[in-house]
């Protein structure tokens, strides 16, 4: 395959191309460490520059009094921009994030359709005439918050961006988005699109740059309405305690440790393709990987050499081979972090049932890759079932019944997702009410619909992205209260 152009040395800033004044980010192919591109990232004074333009253009009549359709066609427009530039996101993504093509192209796609429903939301979407307690017409009517901000991380950037940027638009405001230093490229060719859109100037900018410094003063400065983060819980209550010093709206979406369930009645092959799919695409690198897998104890032994045996031939390979089913880490910092998460659970007596170590061979010499792994024997409180991995790693463990079950499952600070494999659907749902968590699939795992709402409980984030609340959630609601009578208030009436 090609590699394509990364000629990616300029951000765009305030609706123009500028050559950032921060440090330098560089950008690596995780599969065999090469150069991707050295991008500028960008400075306080860009992250500056860019507020006040965002501030001119959001307050700009010309958009911020557009009507909901005119809005909607940018949105439409973008949608089709990056659907049809979809084959060239998808390399550029997979250079950077060392993702399987086949991923980073449904991930262009979905955000496409992400771009879609808003527009369409956005055409449909009604203010209320609220029942009077007087003379009055009295309303609750939407407007734009003015100036937002987006901060994403680096495993999913293109589908994170877009679930920031498509309902910042159509809500009507300007937004600029930061993404992760470990993925900075893809931004851009968004950044590329939404120009070729023809976005009024300064409504979008795209600021690559340290969390500490550009995400920062996203956060803390006066002029941003609303903060909306994807990324880990750390990080996401420190933007918490800084947008309560301004009383600032915020979405968090964050990490998480989500429980795979297999009951004894459940069709095995669906379950094992289940789990498989759950923790080991996207080389584990979700914040939905179900790395916790609970099994019956009665079909523990069998279900897990089942699993163990599909496990081992799984595809560890290339990004851009088609047959990969597991691609390399995004960065060897990474891989060692992922190893010492391993290493901590066979110090705590875990079993390694497969995996637990770098594949060899040539192939695989230089890239960041790590063998899908399976532990064995280790006990709800040990720490691989509580901190999340962020890689291909699967802690096995046995239950008894539903109440041991979901309270297991619920012993966690996380509540970001579950899967439950089941014959049964009456228990399927019962299960699933019980589990306090923002997600649950039953016999499937990791489907998506931008039509219905995502966040997580606990740890795992504050509010919801998507669905057709997923606009309001970035506008700010007022109340109209307009007299009809025509007379003067009874109150003053004797001293007029
Ligand atoms: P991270 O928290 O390190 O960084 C996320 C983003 O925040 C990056 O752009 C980073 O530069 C920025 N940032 C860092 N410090 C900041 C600060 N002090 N102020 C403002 N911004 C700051 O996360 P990561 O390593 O990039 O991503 C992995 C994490 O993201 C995992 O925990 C994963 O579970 C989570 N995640 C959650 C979801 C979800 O929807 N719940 C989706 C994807 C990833």
Known sequence: MDQPTLQHDKLYIGGEWRRGRGAEITSNFPADGSLNAHLPGASLEDVDLAIERAQDAAADPAWRHLLPHERASYLYRIADGIAQSADRISQVQSRDTGKTLTETRALAMSAAGTFRYMAATLETMEDALTPSRGNFLTMSVYEPLGVTAGITPWNSPIASDAQKVAPALAAGNAILLKPSSWSPLVCLELARVIEAAGLPKGLFSTLPGAGSIVGERLVTHPAIRKVSFTGGTETGRDIARKAADKLMPVSLELGGKSPAIVFADADLDVACAGVMFGIFSSTGQSCIAGSRLFVERSIYDAFVAKLVAATKRLHVGHPFEAATQVAPLIRPK???????????????????????????????????????????????????????????????????????????????????????????????????????????????????????????????????????????????????????????????????
């Open 334 to 496: 990474h891989r060692d972090e992922v190893e010492g998460h391993v290493k901590r659970a066979r110090d705590d007596g875990g079993v390694i049932l497969t995996g637990g170590e770098r594949p060899a061979g040539v192939d695989y010499a230089g890239g960041t890759y790590y063998l899908p792994t399976i532990i064995a024997g280790l006990d709800n409180t040990a720490s691989l079932c509580r901190d999340e991995v962020f890689g291909p790693v699967l802690a096995v463990l046995p239950f008894d019944d539903e109440a041991d079950l979901i309270r297991q499952c619920n012993d966690n600070s996380y509540g970001l997702a579950c899967g439950i494999y089941t014959g049964d659907f009456p228990k399927a749902w019962r299960v699933a009410r019980a589990i306090d968590t923002g997600t649950v699939w039953i016999n499937t795992y990791k489907q998506f619909s931008i039509s219905t709402p995502f966040g997580g409980t606990k740890d795992s984030g504050l509010g919801r992205e998507k669905g057709r609340d997923g606009i309001r959630a970035w506008m700010a609601q007022k109340s109209l209260y307009c007299d009809l009578s025509q007379a003067p208030h009874p109150w003053a009436k004797k001293s007029l």
